[in-house]
């Protein structure tokens, strides 16, 4: 028995057939640079959804999909010659928003690092207090100790060397 289950590998199989098709087979001009990113294919193998990504806006996004539905009964009909299934999953096409929000969260992590760096570099480390004392320095990982519990009271001492 291979490894995975079987929706996952119909699923990627058909995600590999078509991507091959539409890169070799399918002239509609409205499809611009289509990366299919995964194909989710239900239990019974009856569903396939069609996740992709693209450069563009809007309106070339609208364009995309478009040519998609059109070349869908065509795309069906080679994935029934090339894969052999005792039916063809219906094909749906979805544009796949999760690559855009992971950009988008990568771009707010670089923002709030970019932050920090300023923040960093505008205060030195040993910059006195407003009220002339030192700020306290930060223990290093290696000094302590996750499993010392420490005493509410006096936050310096640890509980077990009293």
Known sequence: MGQGSRPDRVGEEIRHELATMLSRHVHDPGIGFVTLTRVKVSPDLQQARVFYTMIGDAAKR????????????????????????????????????????????????????????????????????????????????????PHESRDPKDPQTPRNSR
């Open 62 to 145: 609208r364009d995309t999909e478009r040519a998609l539905v059109r070349a869908t009964p065509f795309l069906r009909r080679q994935i029934g010659a090339k894969i052999r299934l005792r039916r063809v999953p219906e094909i749906r096409f979805e544009f796949d928003e999760s690559v855009e929000n992971q950009d988008r969260i990568e771009r707010i992590l670089l923002e709030i690092k970019a932050e920090r760096d300023e923040r960093s570099a505008a205060e030195p480390a040993d910059a006195p207090a407003e009220d002339g004392a030192t700020a306290p320095k930060a223990e290093s990982p290696e000094s302590h100790d």
